[in-house]
């Protein structure tokens, strides 16, 4: 998103670095475990949801979240980070926005628990999220409450989400995210055309490939052997897709850092 709201100093723009690094290396983590499969994921959700959980922990615990989500306290203060993360929730989920997004949390909690009145209205105030007491003893009927509940946020995008429930459950994590947006530039359906889309060296699938001929912001990166192009949307969300030159695949994964992306905004021209 390219909103500049409020500065550098602001809460979200101080914790936007932690929250870089942190996505990274959660997707070379994944990569590492999925090998040539596709990955698809939100690292702010991700981020976003155990940093909520950690208004309820303490110690050892919470010294652990914080590092696992990059997060160094000698550089912000705690209360400084849960109000980055509300400041973000704010802006993603403005109903003046001209692209669809909504982002958000919600915890299902075992009904025989009692979750305390101070983690309740940290989470609700700043987080926007709310605590539905659950029963888990009764699994397809806590399976059915939390796939309503994924369903209806997702505007019926994802159904039937959730499977199955380990029997010791005590408490499930929801995170969701929906977006809806419109090309600055649309293409024309009309030149939407069959095309080979390779799946790994060997083996390819027919798919729709849209095409269109205008001007982008793009980058030819010759060191890391690929292209960027951004692609915005209306309003002030942007894709940006990196396209490296074949076999350069792992190079371009290994380089992935806050810093490269950052040289490659910054590189950006339009033609």
């Not at 005590?170 to 947006?181: C, H, I, R, S, T």
């Not at 912001?217 to 951004?230: A, F, G, M, Q, T």
Request: negative net charge; hydrophobic residues 35%.
């Amino acid at each position: 998103d390219h909103s500049q709201a409020e500065g550098e100093n602001s809460p979200h723009a101080k914790i936007a670095p932690s929250n870089a690094d942190f996505a990274f290396r959660v997707y070379k983590q994944i990569r590492e475990e999925t090998g040539n499969k596709n990955i698809f994921f939100s690292p702010l959700s991700i981020s976003t949801a155990f940093t909520m959980l950690s208004l309820g922990v303490r110690s050892n615990t919470l010294s652990q979240l914080h590092k696992g989500l990059a997060f160094n306290l000698t550089d912000m203060e705690e209360q400084e980070i849960h109000a980055g993360f509300q400041r973000i929730l704010q802006l993603l989920n403005d109903p003046h926005r001209e692209d669809q997004l909504s982002m958000g949390n919600a915890l299902f909690v075992d009904d025989r628990l009692k979750l305390l009145k101070k983690f309740l209205d940290d989470v609700r105030n700043l987080y926007y999220s709310e605590a539905t007491s659950t029963s888990f003893q009764n699994p397809p009927e806590a399976i059915k409450e939390i796939n309503e509940y994924i369903e209806t946020k997702t505007h019926g995008k994802i159904v039937d989400f959730l499977q199955d429930l380990d029997p010791q459950t005590v408490m499930v994590l929801v995170n969701y995210v929906f977006f809806k947006g419109y090309w600055e530039k649309p293409f024309s359906p009309l030149s939407t055309r069959d095309a080979d889309f390779m799946l790994d060296a060997k083996n390819s699938v027919k798919v729709k490939m849209m095409h269109e001929k205008k001007h982008f912001n793009i980058h030819r990166d010759e060191k890391l052997s690929c292209w960027v192009v951004e692609i915005p949307y209306k309003g002030n969300a942007t894709s940006l897709f990196i396209l490296p030159d074949e076999g350069t695949m792992k190079q371009v994964e290994d380089a992935l850092l806050k810093e490269t992306v950052s040289s490659w905004l910054k590189s950006l021209e339009y033609r």
